[in-house]
Nanobody, 125 residues
Framework: EVQLQASGGGLVQAGGSLRLSCTSS????????IGWFRQTPGKEREGVSC????????YYSQAVKGRFTVSSDNAKNTVYLQMNGLKSDDTGVYYC??????????????????WGQGTQVTVSS
């Protein structure tokens, strides 16, 4: 069962921006860490960013630090990933996921037990 819904992907030119959204109609994000992962064919799914709804802690991978910003709208039960300065290497399917972490959040796939269906991001050079 898909418990989270990721949206906002699309086709954009290099240097452009997209904002991804992650929400759920089946459970509240309160007390969860919400992570963003991406996957390209032949590669492992990698952690890109996350935010802890428990304490507000955030994480960014080195590949996106300074370009991507994760944020949360608690009233809308939605987490966003603002992606600026997109590069061709950012192309992939982006997934959001929820996990329980009392200390914050990390981009470690095994720490997330609930996943969304993914949204495609394609950056043309």
């Amino acid at each position: 069962e898909v418990q989270l819904q990721a949206s906002g992907g699309g086709l954009v030119q290099a240097g452009g921006s997209l904002r991804l959204s992650c929400t759920s109609s089946t459970f509240s994000f309160d007390d969860y860490a919400i992570g963003w992962f991406r996957q390209t064919p032949g590669k492992e799914r990698e952690g890109v960013s996350c935010i802890s709804r428990r304490n507000g802690a955030t994480y960014y991978s080195q590949a996106v630090k300074g370009r991507f910003t994760v944020s949360s709208d608690n009233a809308k039960n939605t987490v966003y990933l603002q992606m600026n300065g997109l590069k061709s290497d950012d192309t992939g399917v982006y997934y959001c996921a929820a996990g329980v972490n009392p200390f914050g959040c990390r981009g470690v796939r095994d720490e997330y037990g609930r996943w969304g269906q993914g949204t495609q991001v394609t950056v043309s050079s």
